[in-house]
């Protein structure tokens, strides 16, 4: 019933109840009862045409993430400042299901179109904002993610094997961040460093994106240093939020 979800995007955003069923696959009466529930909860609303788009509770549910969610409410500020301070977009991402979910930012005065924005997903094989998370996962992680993924691996210059695949991880992690140039956007640089949970698991990554043009080589270093400073604010702060979001709520009496 939830798969029905995945399919509303910018690009689809409305379903008929027809095209629901052949997606979902079920039975008539079966998705008719799936349309049913969503729409009782709020998650799926009619429209014009007998047709289906998201409903407003996704709205209230994303209204508590940003008040709740501690990478959100702990990397914010942080990400917020540094986007002030080197005048480019600031970008806030979450490790979300086998990829990467942007879950805040800050677009720069005069930045190209199209940069990764909040709501977007993207997979965790390009990008600074990706690679910087991917370096950090467990070990057991990766090698599933090789062995699925090897292909791609080497195409996004991960290494062709498993002993390079993790060089290149082993990299990223020395450094502390990670810079790419034109991995989503020809002409576009991104420098990104992790975030982490109290407990030392990786929950996301804190980064810039820019023109490249607009970066001299020589500024990387400096700038790679402030995203560096952010990360670090960003994971004590979250490291605070989270015992106050996973705090249980009052009996109601």
């Known amino acids: 019933m939830l798969g029905l979800l995945e399919v509303f995007t910018a690009s689809a ?46 709205i209230e549910l994303d209204r508590t993430m940003r008040l709740c969610d501690p990478v959100t409410t702990g990397g914010g500020p942080p990400m917020r400042r540094l986007a002030e301070e080197t005048g ?3 970008l806030l991402c979450l490790l979300f299901s086998g990829t990467v979910m942007c879950v805040d930012d800050v677009p720069a005065s005069g930045a190209p179109a199209g940069l990764f924005s909040r709501g977007q997903r993207r997979p965790l094989f390009a990008g ?28 996004a210059g991960l290494g062709a094997d498993w002993d390079a695949f993790r060089a290149a991880l082993r990299g990223i992690r020395e450094a502390g961040h990670c810079v790419t140039i034109g991995e989503f956007q020809p002409g576009v640089l991104g420098i990104a460093a992790p975030l982490f949970n109290a407990e030392g698991g990786v929950l996301g990554s804190i980064g810039i994106a820019a023109e ?16 560096m400073a952010a990360a670090r604010e960003a994971c004590t702060r979250i490291a605070e939020e989270q015992p106050r979001a996973a705090r249980p709520a009052r009996a109601v009496r």
């Open 128 to 155: 600074a904002a990706s690679k910087v998370i991917l370096a950090h996962l467990p070990p057991h992680r990766l090698r599933a993610l090789f062995a699925r993924h090897r292909t791609t691996i080497a195409a």
């Open 13 to 58: 955003p409305a379903w008929s109840t027809e095209d629901l069923i052949r997606f979902s696959g079920a039975s008539r009466s079966t998705c008719y009862r799936y349309i049913k529930a969503l729409q009782a909860a709020g998650l799926l609303t009619p429209v014009a045409g007998g047709a289906w788009m998201l409903g407003p509770r996704i």
């Open 88 to 90: 480019f977009t600031g």
């Open 212 to 227: 490249a043009a607009r970066v001299p080589p020589g500024a990387r270093a400096r700038l790679a240093e402030r995203v």
